[in-house]
Nanobody
Framework: QVQLVESGGGLVQAGGSLRLSCAASGIIFSLNTMGWYRQAPGKRRELVAIIIIGGDTDYADSVKGRFTISRDDAKNTVYLQMNSLKPGDTAVYYC??????????WGRGTQVTVSS
C-alpha cells in the first residue's frame, strides 16, 4: 500500500521560509519521480516542482529561484524548501508520485499560509 505523508506546513510571514517533507512508503522510492503540487481555495491543483531519478528537477515559473525540491533516497523522503514566501503561495501542498501503471498517489496535504 502506497502512503505519502506530508509535514512542515504552517503560518509564516511574507519573506519567510518553510521546509516541507514527504515521507513515502510502499514504493521503490529511488525509482520514482516525486512531485509537489498545491491547491489554493477556488483554484485548480497545480504543479509546483518535480524531481526525477538522478535528481533532475523542474519548477513552475512562479516559484523558480525561490523553491528547491530535493530527495533523500535513503530516507524515502522528498523535500520542498520554500524561501521568500509570498501571500500568493498560500495553499494546501500535496506530495505526488505515480505507480507502475501510471496511477497517481497523493498525500493528504499540508497547509501553508503566508501572511502579508
Amino acid at each position: 500500500q502506497v502512503q505519502l505523508v506530508e509535514s512542515g506546513g504552517g503560518l509564516v510571514q511574507a519573506g519567510g521560509s518553510l521546509r516541507l517533507s514527504c515521507a513515502a512508503s510502499g514504493i521503490i522510492f529511488s525509482l520514482n519521480t516525486m512531485g509537489w503540487y498545491r491547491q489554493a481555495p477556488g483554484k485548480r491543483r497545480e504543479l509546483v516542482a518535480i524531481i526525477i531519478i538522478g535528481g533532475d528537477t523542474d519548477y513552475a515559473d512562479s516559484v523558480k529561484g525561490r523553491f528547491t525540491i530535493s530527495r533523500d533516497d535513503a530516507k524515502n523522503t522528498v523535500y520542498l524548501q520554500m524561501n521568500s514566501l509570498k501571500p500568493g503561495d498560500t495553499a494546501v501542498y500535496y506530495c505526488n508520485t505515480n505507480g507502475p501503471i501510471s496511477e497517481a498517489y497523493w498525500g493528504r496535504g499540508t497547509q501553508v499560509t503566508v501572511s502579508s
